[in-house]
Nanobody, 131 residues
Framework: QVQFAESGGGLVQPGGSLRLSCEAS????????IGWFRQAPGKEREGVAD????????YYTDSVKGRFTISRDNAKRTVYMQMNSLKSEHTTVFYC????????????????????????WGQGTQVTVSS
């Protein structure tokens, strides 16, 4: 079973940058996309961006357009998210996960105007933006 592990979080000052990494123990061609998500305390997990495994096309939620960039390195089995011009409101835990065909071992996430199943969740990586 493919597992995903996030890294790259940490403490950064407002206006600073971080690059998050999501490394997979193995890729599956069954995944249509791999996404990045965030979850603030007491709030629902929400989608931030995703990248399609077939053609590399990307999607961003409106609040991060122009600020975050998702990319992939298939040889390294890794998906990245470059985050620039960070603000205090970006302080949260970030997760990555592939899309899932249904509810088994998956979470329904609000994303791209609807809800999408994503599964194989890692432990997340904490991002703290503070001076």
């Amino acid at each position: 079973q493919v597992q995903f592990a996030e890294s790259g979080g940490g403490l950064v000052q407002p206006g600073g940058s971080l690059r998050l990494s999501c490394e997979a123990s193995g890729f599956s061609s069954d995944y249509l996309a791999i996404g990045w998500f965030r979850q603030a305390p007491g709030k629902e997990r929400e989608g931030v961006a995703d990248i399609r495994t077939l053609d590399g096309s990307t999607y961003y939620t409106d609040s991060v357009k122009g600020r975050f960039t998702i990319s992939r390195d298939n040889a390294k089995r890794t998906v990245y998210m470059q985050m620039n011009s960070l603000k205090s409101e970006h302080t949260t835990v970030f997760y990555c996960a592939p899309d899932a065909p249904g509810p088994a071992n998956a979470i329904s996430i609000p994303f791209a105007g609807g809800r999408v199943w994503f599964g194989a969740w890692g432990q997340g990586t904490q991002v703290t933006v503070s001076s």
